[in-house]
């Protein structure tokens, strides 16, 4: 029995229920699309220098190996095809284009609640990549990964609050046919996610069938075309300044059926971009500017997200490096050319050249992650699980990504001021008369969920604690956590009788 | 036999023979002292709001507790203290004080090469803290800290090139007597170390014997004078808004001897400070204000480091958090204040909440120290080898924190626009008609050490090469580094006449 009023004890006992609730969407700590930009590595000035770069790179190198379709589309929208072949683009039309594009794309989900708005400096982080390796982390080895791995990989980035989106992160090395492997990709994210999910083609052949199965997914084709939730993550150049050939067909027919187009410029800094982080931004811009002018010359206004995704590269050896310091440059550099152009955009961070999800791991995936959303990046792509410099996958590591984006989130988040934030008025009636510190206060516990991020595998204990609870293993507990996942049944999956129908039109190598 | 010239074959020889000598400091990719500052998470309305608010506290709430010789230093600059024994700051007080103060200081070192110019947003990391456990990675343990790991510690910072500064991390817990406790502190350091060394006192009482130490260190109180290398790091107040009277009598004595003090206000944000992170901030700056008053009142001009070190706090248990997002953004919130002062300033950044050197570590680590760099912070403290919310030490996290911090101040650099980097010239020469990649051009080659940050023990070997190196582990090569180290004689060591006459006149626990 207390002497406190019962009011007093109603309302803590309410706010204690309140608090064991999980919050509603809008009060939570971080969300999706939270706004960066405070970070800016480049002046006002390097950047109109920049921008200038690509647009004489264009009007004076231009980009070789268009197919003849996409020829005819530049050459019909203004390009010019030189004797040598390339296509040329003239300011004025680089110039028009961008005027003419998109300033927002929403990236549709089979769950509305996970629809993306790309607009302004909002931030989403996501999987990407080709990755060929699971990390196996408890034998401390890297296999072939399979349809599977992908399957558990989308599942798992279903229930993970702080992965927006799921582009597949590895390839189906057990489907060697290349029309099964796009077209399983498909079914193996989509049944395992309802977030936006995003992938690629080998062929441009294989694209007609991909649309029967997502109109099916969909519900017919008008559906699909109403609410697309699948893009395509599409390789159009091969750098430096070249048309990928074959994709940049791809990239017509996806076009044609809806569905929105990642244009990726993926250049190797010191490989085939230049080895400055400035000079791998002006030729990701360049190219990116090319594929702009392409989809529009092909559909305007088609949504497009510009995709400069320049990788760094450790010299010494001549291989790639995702995990450096350079790679955080690179990326969020080119975050600020998409806010200078308000074009919708993504990059690649998080990537870990580390083999393991160690240490190295943790600071080479907050790195990039956490200054790519500082600099207000639309589409974090690679953002968890991803391993020695893209080659392989970890659910583990994905797992604990999502603890290390929602603290990237936070910070994304930013620091709110205000009357209240300011908290002069607390501040004197904690000092003057007061307890003198600021637990337990009305100002301090009404904030404690909507303000803070807590981890949901990091460790906050004591040392004394820790050791009490027999010194948990970070890995230990993400192996434990995936099965957790993994034994749930899939919310994502398909209802019975479309599941059905697409097994019988498809080979669909997972188990039903 | 080839056909290549002698003197291409010469020239490659030399730029190998080159490659393979260590870069001269100003070559180097990463350096102490890079300007940050690119990355500002207030708006300049917030941080012109937040100063007022700092100045509003001080006028209004005022600090509580100041020693009598502080109360009269401080009232008879301008302060006033009221019938409720607070001094309060008129505005105008403040304000001249900024306009009087050190715009830069320069922390000596015992070798002036590691002399520290703080001043506008050039950044600096180092250890501090005052961790009462070892962390025995190999036994995943936590023991008692003693004055030869506090040694060990300093001598391992002395090899590291991207440590900058040892700020004492650890306590003596093997020396119980206090003052004893202080002044081995003092040698343990200084005799691990040529770099700058922060330390602080206990009691008032013992300032003047460690003074006759620096002095004999020194070869002469003129000498020390001169080139004062170790700092006092002093809490100066108790937060909230209160003098820490014994700590601003240390103060007092440190000024007078000469040695450049840290101003430290340590609250913890929903426990000593507000719990938003601008309540949190407004806090620290106005005790930090006061702190400066104090400063410039007993000699005008003493060199004083603004230290805004407000912590995080998990609301859910009332324990510390280093290493939450919400940290970060208090730190590089500050480290804008200190640029708005045009003061040199530091706060605590690099701080692990986890028990050991995981995946959570480096992510922990790395976000507020990234940050901290790219918002300027002249003196990042805490920035390596700390674990369990500055409860532990561990030798092989600060040893694979010079990899962290390298790369962290590679992204301090930036990124460099001219016309060399912007590239154009070579976009032009691989594309047409030349090689159609950039690998080993000249341009590329000779970049490929002044603008690459290679980590150290950070591993970017593909999976092939690590699985036939036997998939080296992260901790154990920390462990082999830290014993190679160790192994070393310890270059910073007292010639053994000085040595002699400081363990004549001192009771030094470390074996000679």
Redesign the interface.
Known sequence: MTDQSPLRTGGRAARRAARAAPLAQHLRPVRPGMSGG??????QA?VE??HH?AL??LE??GL?DAPPSGVAYLTGAGAIQGS?GRIRFPRALVEDTLAKANRSVTLCARDPRHDLDLSGSRVHYGTAGAAV?MVDVEG?N?RECGVQDLHDAARICDVLDNIHFVQRPMVCRDIPDNFEMDLNTIYAVCSGTTKHVGTSFTDPAYVSKAFEMLHMMAGGEDKWRERPFVSNSNCFVVP??KFATESCMVMEAVIKGGMPVLLLSAGMA??????????A???AVAECLAGLVYVHAVKPGHPAIFGTWPFGL??????M?G????Q??LTA?CAQMHRFYDLPGGAAAGIA???L???????????SN??AG?SGLNMVYEAAGMH??L??FCHE?LI?GD??I??????VR?????D?????D???Q???GGP????GTE???S??EV?????R???????KE??EKD?P???AKAVARKQEILGQRAAARFDPNTDQKLRQAFNIHLPA
């Open positions: 405070t970070y800016n590595p480049l002046s390097d220098r920049i770069a004489q790179a004076e190198i070789a040598d390796h401390r890297y430096p300044m010191g490989a085939t971009a230049p080895s400055t982080v400035a000079g931004i002006v030729q450790d010299l010494r050896s001549g291989a490096t995990g450096s310091g350079e955080a440059l550099g050249d580390s083999k999800p160690d240490m190295q791991a943790g600071w080479e995936q907050m790195c956490v200054m500082l020695a410099s080659l392989g590591s604990l603890d290390l929602g603290q990237a989130l936070r910070c930013g620091i709110e001021v205000n209240e934030t300011l908290a002069l607390q501040m004197r904690v000092c003057i003198g510190h600021y637990l100002a301090t516990l904030r404690m303000d803070h991020v807590y981890p595998l990091g460790d906050r204990t004591s040392p820790w050791a010194k293993d970070l890995i």
